[in-house]
């Protein structure tokens, strides 16, 4: 595996390894020095067009643990904003021979187009409404660490699936576990035709108490202006999921930042059902994992010899 | 000690040892290699909610100079500006499972709240109008260095006391450590009863000869527009301290940034008396010191075994 | 060498020193770790006072790479906001002891004003449109790479020459080093009286056949509104680089950002003819031997003993 540009990509099995791979990784964060040396004296880049606390500090944050040196590279106060084009900028950061470039584009099919650009390996951070695999990687890790596995399980995906690439990148992940899984928001919001993804469909929340899993999107407040949603407090009183609805057997999962009081009450956010703290963990191992993968495993190892040329066994500290 | 929220909760033994502390890691800045592996595989965030450049970077410095990683998170930029609670930011970076939170926020007992929300030892980098901790003790350490002991030290504190966690948190230290303090500025800029804490008030310059130090505080240009001062020419005229003011034997400190021409005159600023340069470089040592004290002092220390999870002494390379 | 202020400061020799410096570290860059330990524990401040993506991230790296630890101020966020004076600014990082400054800022003269205030070693990193040194050096770096020797070769520099530290340090260095330099433009954007820095002159491409090299200079465009030129379409029918322009023996360079369809073609900047990705690769291990020829030269060496400080074989790996 050279890039990972979406969950289409990955059988279940490559899921699974990965999977595997992070919870080493989970070991490692529980010792004193949270650090390998694994990619000491690589470069890995970071290149965000859209800005992001959680997705960005995850993967830099992961680089570092696997000692990497990391060029951050944000939008806004960058020659970005100097007009030059993505694939100049691309040109420019590939001249300094990363070892992997993170990127989030506001365009889906940004990161493939990347790949085709650089000899770096390619990780998709988001691209537009398209994919962001990590986090379904992520949130596939923390159900399989708290359920065992996913087969199975149903999972309602509730919010603006239309509009989120955690929703159709979650839906394929979910499905390829062999989960079951339900969409859920307001016809507005859902797009047409997604049940060929495999999925059912519901227009409201009745039924919702079948879900052993309660996935619920972010909702962006912009979709009001554009007349997705009547307004923020309608949305709230049909589709918010609340310590009325939330079943103490239920688990419920979001990919944050939250809007406390839209999508998600105060009240089940800090439930102990909630698992968002979890999510965010997970990134940091599942992030850590992937950069492994692709930039440590068999095919990516590097070439040379000497002392830590070698696939680094993960259980060195740094 | 788990936290650092305020001055307020530092005994004058506390303080004198986060100095001696300071005072080696000074030694270690003059070496060639200015580093240790205190904290080496460990993280520590630092959580801007405001702009700064000194007390950021500093914080900076010092974690890497004990070769932790830093994870550096400001509001523009990140998911704050997507409406994220301070909670839920929290919450998401103490999943990574952080030594420490270096935070600055604008409200008034923020560090105090987010060390209820983490296992993380948090650190209070200003909290609005409340404290500013670690300026208080670069200070102290930059006096008591150059006069060995405040005890019975004469120190005045001129301009917008009402508004600056600077004053607080100075006069508080100041008096623990046994100063006489002088709070001195126009009557709209000294809050009410601030007798109380220990401290004379002057509205005006007159008797300032008495002062062995003289600190200045950052006029805010924002106050005129809400009447606090006529102009910052009428605030200077009265209160700037210049080298006519200024004693060939007072010593002038500042906590920066200087708006040249208001508080102080460029003359003062560059003068032998001031100690302002000083202070920035005791920032860098006493960070140091706090970081170790919460993390890699007796109770903070790892607890597991090996080579670097033992407390490391401070002399040992990095 | 203390400071790294502008090309003219440099005899051919001392360029031909840091070029051959940078040959050793391109050879560090082919291997897996790409790092050598010879700042280890020593500061590099990195103060940009203008945005840039290609000179900021490349200082950075090339400063990791060598191991030493970065301070990143930019002007936007920090303390500058607030309207401290550059001299202010200088102090404040200078009390952290780095070994360098790393400045870009928009007046003509700022770098070697911070000579002036500071104990580090500075370079200038762009001052305006006075000089721009490290471009020059891994431009000449490119030529000398791609042609063994600038000696006889004519090169073309096409654009804005008025407002251009790019054009005005490497017509410098292009001198310096032997080549035969033409300027050309609109007669508004050449300076009066350039000759005399020992070039020819050209109002329009006519001629341009004769060149070795093209080197195209980035049209900011908001030189229109300031009526330099009547617009960029207009310029870009007179000054446009393209594929007809261009011959196939021409080699095409340009400092970037580029403005895709102004100053170059799209056709020409993807030709095989463009050395705009190796001109940023250059300027990778060109800034690295910056650092080190200052830092870790004869003069600039650590005056301590012991293992590290040593002046360390740029062979060995970190």
Known sequence: MKHLLSIEQLSREEIEGILDRAESFA??????????????????????????????????????????????????????????????????????????????????????????????????????????????????????????????????????????????????????????????????????GIEELGCDVAYGLEGIEEAEVVYALRMQKERMSESFVPSLREYAASFQIDSRRLQPRQLLMHPGPVNRGVELSGEAIDSPQSLITEQVAAGLVVRMAILYELLAGAEGAPSGEGESSRPTPIGTPA
Request: proline share 4%.
């Open 27 to 192: 070991e490692v964060g529980r010792r004193d020095i949270k650090k390998v040396p694994t990619l000491r004296g690589r470069t890995v880049v970071s290149l965000f067009y859209e800005s992001s606390t959680r997705t960005s500090s995850s993967f830099d944050l992961a680089a570092k643990r696997l000692s990497a040196d990391v060029v951050s590279v944000k939008a806004a106060g960058s020659s970005v904003e100097k007009g030059e084009s993505l694939k100049d900028t691309v040109a420019t950061l590939s001249a300094y021979d990363p070892a992997a470039i993170v990127i989030r584009h506001p365009y889906a099919g940004a990161a493939q187009m990347v790949a085709g650009w650089t000899a770096a390996s390619v990780i998709n951070a988001g691209d537009g409404k398209h994919e962001h695999p990590s986090q379904a990687l992520l949130d596939v890790y923390t159900l399989r660490r708290k359920l065992g596995s996913l087969e199975g399980v149903r999972i309602w995906i509730v919010g603006d699936v239309l509009h989120s690439r955690v929703a159709r990148s979650n839906l394929i992940a979910f499905n390829r576990m062999g989960a079951e899984v339900t969409v859920c928001g307001p016809p507005t919001l859902i797009p047409r």
